[in-house]
């Protein structure tokens, strides 16, 4: 998958780019990952990429040449057109059914934003979409850029050196997973449940469904909600 960031800050990236998955799956080839530095593509000698919003309010506003020009040069680099992703938080909610559905795509060009937002004309002239990490304001989007990158690029074919494991986690089903346990059997008087020693995968499949359930209702009640509700439509 090729992937392009638009950024102001393109060594923000530095760091989670270049260690564990994300640096094995670039230097594998899986996944190509290319920063460009919105300044660069800016025409007047200040290197200006904001500006004050029109009708007044605080803060400043991404100007639109500076976008487009960046968008357009980068977008020539690669045959695919990609996917065009807005980082703002008034995007729609970014989930683990978002990341599966864009780890299908054979390019996304992010794009980050400072300030107090885009120039709607960016949104509307480049067809992007929007993407939200959450419902919190951050200081820009490359930080959601990072955190979209980890979520598709580890879901890509051969990324993870467990091919099991992309598959055997929470939120596939919409059911938290369920809890893990590893040597020594009993740690400052905590003991390793003793199903999990028992050696009989059946009862501890059984146990394992149970605790997902459980842990579901207790640690995130909004999730069982939409998976009773699910579960009750498939079962009317
Ligand atoms: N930019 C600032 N806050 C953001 C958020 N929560 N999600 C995506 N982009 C953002």
Redesign the pocket.
């Known amino acids: 998958m090729r992937i392009d960031v638009l950024t102001l800050f393109p060594e923000m990236f530095d760091s989670p780019l270049s260690h564990s998955i994300l640096k094995r799956a670039q230097q594998q080839g899986i996944a190509d990952i290319a920063l460009w530095n919105i300044r660069d593509f800016t025409t007047d000698k200040y290197r200006k990429v904001d500006d004050k919003p029109y009708g007044g309010g605080p803060g400043m506003v991404m100007m639109c040449q500076p976008v487009f020009d960046a968008f357009r040069h980068v977008r020539q680099q690669h045959p695919q057109p990609g996917r065009v992703i807005l980082?703002?938080?008034q995007?729609t909610l970014f989930t683990q059914d978002k990341a599966v559905e864009l780890a299908r795509e054979n390019r996304l060009i992010l794009i980050a934003?400072r300030y107090e937002g885009f120039d709607e004309r960016i949104r509307i002239g480049l067809g992007a979409e929007q993407?939200?990490?959450?419902d919190?304001?951050?200081?820009?989007?490359e930080l959601?850029a990072m955190v979209i990158i980890d979520a598709v690029v580890r879901l890509l074919e051969g990324a993870l050196g467990d091919e099991g494991s992309a598959e055997d986690e929470s939120f596939r089903d919409g059911l938290l997973e369920y809890p893990q346990y590893t040597r020594p059997e009993e740690f400052e008087g905590m003991k390793v449940p003793e199903i999990l020693l028992s050696g009989d995968h059946g009862r501890i499949a059984q146990w394992r469904n149970q605790q997902r359930i459980e842990r579901t209702r207790l640690f995130r009640p909004d999730l069982w909600q939409k998976y009773e509700a699910r579960m009750n439509n498939q079962n009317p």
């Open positions: 980082l703002t938080p995007g934003g993407l939200s990490i959450g919190y304001v951050l200081t820009g989007g959601p």
